[in-house]
């Protein structure tokens, strides 16, 4: 079964084609960064016109780069949710419709469930059952997954996601949206043990997590540090930002090791955005290997958003037998 996947529910609009025997047969991403980047976030109405822009002519050149026929495809998934509803409906709109046009089926994909199943596109994919952790712009759950659909939310975020709390520290260090990246690439000049940043809900039982905390005390740290323009010296910024990155990581960890404890899972898989962190995995693999555990994540790209994720999720979907109509449906907020 080969199947076209449509990504957009935010601000990377992202199309791949996968095929149930031969695995991915292309992909490609346009990223919306530059076009936000100057508003220091996201803006719902831009992403949406743009993706409006930006998804035909990625699809067509998909399929060109796979040498499929749109004859050939058997099946459209496309990204339901949640996420930007203008955005969404971009998407949800011409998947379906190609779908109608081309005579196939279409399936609505939730966004983190793609995320979760990106490892699986890996040489080596890891095997059900495991505990997942989705550390994304919008979400910090820690899942306890069976098979496809059987997830148990076991923690999440009480408040920011752990991508939001890098966006945001970012911004107070003046550096460009998105922000984890930008201040993964500043905290390897910095020193993470001159400041002590807090390790929250660390120090009780249980799998929630709380970032907003930490963002107050980035903020306060930079306010005392602060010169003429507002900012710390480039040192202490950079110390700021390996502080910062070092207590997020760590408290992912902690909860991760507590979750695999917890029910007795052997392997955790981490995705979304700020699974591409190289501390973070550095700092699973030792841990984890300390207890006999394992830890699996998608190449860089994938753990971003992506339509690699999309086409395969849907395509387990299809194969389960499942099917939208015709009336589009998308939804903003949804549920794993
Ligand atoms: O999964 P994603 O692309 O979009 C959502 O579904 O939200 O995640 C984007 C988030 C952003 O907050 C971004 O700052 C964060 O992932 N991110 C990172 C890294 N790369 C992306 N955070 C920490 N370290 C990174 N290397
Ligand atoms: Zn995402």
Known sequence: MRVLGIETSCDETGIALYDSERGLLAHALY???QLHSEYGGVVPELASRDHVRKTLPLVEQVLAEAGVESSDVDAVAYTA??????ALMVGACIGRSLAYAWDVPAVGVHHMEGHLLAPMLEPQPPQFPFVALLVSGG???LVDVQGIGQY????ESLDDAAGEAFDKAAKMLDLDYPGGPRIAAMAERGDERRFKFPRPMTDR???DFSFSGLKTYTLTTVRDHAQADGLPDDQTCADIAAAFQSAVVDTLVIKCRRALKQTGRKTLVIAGGVSANQLLRQRLEAKLAEDGNRVFYARPEFCTDNGAMIAYAGCLRLQAGET???????RPRWPL
């Open 31 to 33: 990223s919306q960064v």
């Open 324 to 330: 939208q109509g015709l009336a589009i449906d998308v």
């Open 152 to 155: 148990e939310l076991l923690g």
């Open 205 to 207: 039982p249980g799998l």
């Open 81 to 86: 949710g949640p996420g930007l509803i203008g």
């Open 139 to 141: 979400h910090t759950q």
